[in-house]
């Protein structure tokens, strides 16, 4: 019999409602519990997504026998809460980004690896079959040698220098929210570049509103790439190659259609990745089957891959100026 995993949600804010939704979604797994600063909080959470327990302070979810927690706090918050699970002995699927730093992240893996207990980064996107049909197509060399990636993330947020978007001791900012993606996504399909070009503008409160970043690598292909919180934009990315290229569109971290091109640019198929959930499902899936399976770390989004994309997100920051 599929061994049930039991999932504890650490912060209610409004992506873990978004992750306890799917996580409803999913087979064989079950939210046992939901912890938040505020008790009533979490106790409108645990009715919303029926989960059992619910409390107002972090330290009651180890007292239930919980086989993993979900941590959703804002950025600065994840080391110190992956490290208060780990502690505890209770495996981790931490919100994206890992941490604010490579510091802070090889503190999390070493102590995971030293308690030999699971942690994995919430890169959902790495598990949409959407990404893994690019991935597999431009590995069966459908379009050639890639040449370049455009991608941009963007979207108009009000300024209010007390929200969290635009508070720097909360890791606000587009680049870590939302410029992780085009990061990401490079990473994903052309490893690690060898030069990286970027430059940020600011908020009022010092934290960066759109950067702009351009990696150059050592086959001379290129990822062009774009965050920003001051405007909407396509929210799309294309991957042109040698022989042809791939659209992925609307909001392509989450993509559920992409489409590929000819070499002179004729569209030639579209494929459709239908869901009813919000694609949280896909990681959700992968934590259960690693720990069913006794694993302490995914081997499709390992601790090694958070730690190159992690030291990327730092190199980038330090060219484009960006300083929590």
């Not at 598990?127 to 060399?141: A, M, T, Y």
């Not at 609307?250 to 559920?256: S, V």
Request: charged share 25%; hydrophobic share 40%.
């Amino acid at each position: 019999m599929t061994k049930t995993i039991k999932w504890g949600i650490l912060g209610a804010g409004k992506i873990a409602a978004k992750f306890a939704s799917d996580l409803n979604k999913t087979d064989s797994c079950e939210l046992v519990a939901v912890a938040s600063t505020s008790l009533e909080r979490a106790e409108q959470f645990a009715i919303a997504h029926k989960a059992k327990y619910s409390f107002g302070n972090y330290d009651a979810l180890f007292g239930i026998e919980l086989d993993v927690i979900y941590i959703a706090t804002p950025h600065t918050y994840h080391k110190e809460h992956t490290l208060l699970c780990l502690n505890n002995g209770v495996g981790v699927l931490c919100e994206k980004p890992f941490a604010m730093n490579e510091t802070e992240v090889d503190e999390m893996v070493k102590l995971a690896r030293s308690k030999n207990v699971f942690l994995m980064e919430a890169m959902w996107s790495r598990f949409l079959p959407s990404f893994l049909k690019v991935k597999s197509s431009i590995e069966e060399g459908r379009i050639g040698e890639i040449k370049t990636i455009d991608a941009d993330f963007g979207f108009k947020a009000i300024f209010d220098e007390k929200s969290r978007l635009f508070n720097p001791e909360l890791g606000g900012g587009a680049f870590l929210d939302i410029g992780i993606y085009p990061a990401f996504l490079s990473l994903f399909l052309m490893g690690y570049p060898s030069k990286i070009m970027a430059a940020s503008t600011f908020a009022p409160t010092g934290t960066d509103e759109t950067t702009s970043f351009i990696y150059q690598y050592d086959n001379q292909a290129t990822a062009l790439l774009n965050c920003t919180v001051g405007s909407y934009t396509d929210c799309e990315a294309r991957i042109y190659g040698s022989k042809g290229s791939i659209q992925m569109q609307g909001r392509f971290h989450e993509a559920i259609r992409i489409t590929f091109f000819g070499a002179e640019g004729e569209e030639l198929e579209t494929l459709e990745f239908p869901r009813n959930t919000f694609g949280y499902n896909y990681e959700i899936e992968e934590v259960n089957q690693c720990l069913r399976n006794g694993l302490t770390e995914s081997p499709n989004w390992s601790l090694a891959d958070s730690n190159k994309l992690i030291h990327l997100l730092d190199k980038t920051r330090e060219v484009a100026k960006i300083v929590y």
